[in-house]
């Protein structure tokens, strides 16, 4: 009798075991699918924004760089790069959601490494300086 009974125990021990086990297993597969695909949306919006502000910085830096190498004024350059960038990606719907401060980041390390020496800005301080005047006016810009 007490060896049925310690039977009974053990079995019952294993089969609690096995619940459990099988109780957190499930919950661990219901929120890994549940949240883990919400990530991956998170992930791939945020992705396409990086995106996005790359291929902007890039084509400002460009036109910036360019328009200084021709002999504009800083001010007009940047007035300049501004209008054609805001030509060239008006029809993106996602451009007004690009985070302006990220951009004006991305903006003024390309500009200060492509073609700072001409505009007399390097470094932490030429970029901090650039990224400022960019966002100002940026913001004038948006004014008119």
Do not use: W
């Not at 945020?46 to 995106?51: A, K, L, M, P, Q």
Request: with cysteine; hydrophobic share 40%.
């Amino acid at each position: 009798m007490t060896m049925l009974i310690l039977l009974v125990k053990h079995f019952m021990r294993g089969t609690l075991k096995r619940l459990i086990l099988g109780i957190f297993a499930f919950i661990f597969i219901i929120t890994t699918t549940t949240f883990g695909s919400n990530i991956k949306v998170f992930a791939a919006s945020e992705n396409d924004y990086t995106i996005l502000t790359k291929k902007v910085s890039k084509a400002y830096t460009k036109k910036f760089c360019n328009a200084i190498a021709f002999g504009l004024s800083k001010e007009s350059a940047m007035k300049f790069s501004i209008e054609e960038n805001k030509q060239v990606f008006k029809k993106r719907k996602d451009i007004n959601n690009i985070n302006k401060e990220l951009l004006a980041e991305d903006i003024a390390i390309s500009v200060i490494e492509e073609c700072g020496y001409p505009i007399n800005l390097s470094g932490e301080k030429g970029i901090k300086e650039f990224k400022i005047y960019y966002l100002s006016m940026d913001k004038d810009s948006e004014r008119q």
